[in-house]
């Protein structure tokens, strides 16, 4: 029995749909980053976890990654960090949800404070964010590289740029 082309064909199309329509599952999948509604979700659920994994890879006492997998693990907190940096210079999402509390009351100001210090400078919040993107940038030339050195140098420069923004727009009457 001799198949007709048009079948032949018609196997092919369902064959190659099907292979093409694999999707690869990561083994431990992240929140998603633009799930996240208001600056202070961005801030708790993506940029402080994973700016601590890029501060928790490197410390004076001689920690540091070793294997492809560590160097691969604190490569992942990078690129989320960058991902997330990007999301916070969008200075119209809202500080926080409204009703929202401060968890740090007498240092942070209010979220309603918050709101307005950020719409009243919204260029310096962009560029403070702007500035963690490029900083999570370098932490991941660092990593590429595999040079603990260089990456715990930026991780604090990373934490430096962190502190200037909150300085400015969640806790500045700690400065005054």
Known sequence: MQLKPKYF?????ILGFTACSE?????????????????????????????????????????????????????????????????????TRPAAATGTKSENSGIATNPEEVQKSIAANPKMFTLYAQQLR????????????KNPTALQEIGGRIDASCEQCHKIFWYPNQYQ
């Open 9 to 13: 064909l018609l196997a092919f199309l």
């Open 134 to 145: 490029v900083r999570a940038e370098e932490a991941l030339a660092a990593i590429e590289a």
């Open 23 to 91: 999707q690869t599952v990561l083994p431990h999948p992240q929140p998603n980053p633009t799930s996240a509604d208001t600056v202070q979700e961005l801030m708790l659920n993506h940029i402080d976890p994973h700016a601590d994994g890029i501060w928790n890879a490197v410390s004076t006492d001689k920690k540091q990654p070793r294997t492809d997998d560590e160097w691969k693990a604190v490569r992942q907190h990078a690129t989320a960090l960058i991902e997330a940096a990007s999301l916070l210079a969008d200075s």
